[in-house]
T-cell receptor, first 121, second 114 residues
Framework: GAVVSQHPSRVICKSGTSVKIECRSL??????MFWYRQFPKQSLMLMAT?????????EQGVEKDKFLINHASLTLSTLTVTSAHPEDSSFYIC?????????????????FGPGTRLTVL | QKEVEQNSGPLSVPEGAIASLNCTYS??????FFWYRQYSGKSPELIMF????GDKEDGRFTAQLNKASQYVSLLIRDSQPSDSATYLC??????????????FGAGTRLAVHP
């Protein structure tokens, strides 16, 4: 399948600081990227959907001013957790969908990055 | 009713057996169906997708789709301990405007014991 990278893989920060997580599609153009959060032993929770060049669509209950998403290009989306607090500690995972005709994946398939484990002290 | 339902498990099978994972969905107009595998502490990995009724085989994996029954399953032949993971069923429902966002089931935990 297609390759999606995330950086950093792990981050520890102090309460009140902001953390930026990058998500890149390495071998295809991602027209749509998704950001998920997963707490231990719980299901994936979709936070927002972002399309290149437009504003992200946030799921109900997700604060858009706290979780800033930018999808500036077809290969890069960023999630910034602003003024992080201990309750924001979680596993953040991006996924990407999209491709050109003849690419090794079709438009429907969604590929996940390896995730970023955030710990807020 | 949840949009995508899976038995949480754990489903325990002996090594070498066939593991059968099941998933039902509520939106009759759904068109695309996916199976992801998630190891503990890792992100999901796409292992199979199926769009048409019937069976689709890829190595030891077979996905089965029955749209009339709104049922999709994943069979894993010759199960190995390395197959022990949580398997997530995901569906694109038509009500969300077609190909918008995947709806995930809560996952079934599979344990393959030697």
């Amino acid at each position: 399948g297609a390759v999606v990278s995330q950086h950093p893989s792990r981050v520890i920060c102090k309460s009140g600081t902001s953390v930026k997580i990058e998500c890149r599609s390495l071998d295809f153009q991602a027209t749509t990227m998704f950001w998920y959060r997963q707490f231990p032993k719980q299901s994936l929770m979709l936070m927002a959907t972002s399309n290149e060049g437009s504003k992200a669509t946030y799921e109900q209950g997700v604060e858009k001013d706290k979780f800033l998403i930018n999808h500036a290009s077809l290969t890069l989306s960023t999630l910034t957790v602003t003024s992080a607090h201990p309750e924001d500690s979680s596993f953040y995972i991006c996924s990407a969908r999209g491709g050109l005709a003849g690419a090794k994946q079709s438009y429907n398939e969604q590929f996940f990055g390896p995730g970023t484990r955030l710990t807020v002290l | 009713q949840k949009e995508v339902e899976q038995n949480s498990g754990p489903l325990s099978v002996p090594e070498g057996a066939i593991a059968s994972l099941n998933c039902t969905y509520s939106d009759r107009g759904s068109q695309s169906f996916f199976w992801y595998r998630q190891y503990s502490g890792k992100s999901p990995e796409l292992i199979m997708f199926i769009y048409s009724n019937g069976d689709k085989e890829d190595g030891r994996f077979t996905a089965q789709l029955n749209k009339a029954s709104q049922y999709v399953s994943l069979l894993i032949r010759d199960s190995q301990p390395s197959d022990s993971a949580t398997y997530l069923c995901a569906v694109y429902p038509m009500f969300s405007g077609g190909y918008n966002k995947l709806i995930f089931g809560a996952g079934t935990r599979l344990a393959v014991h030697p």
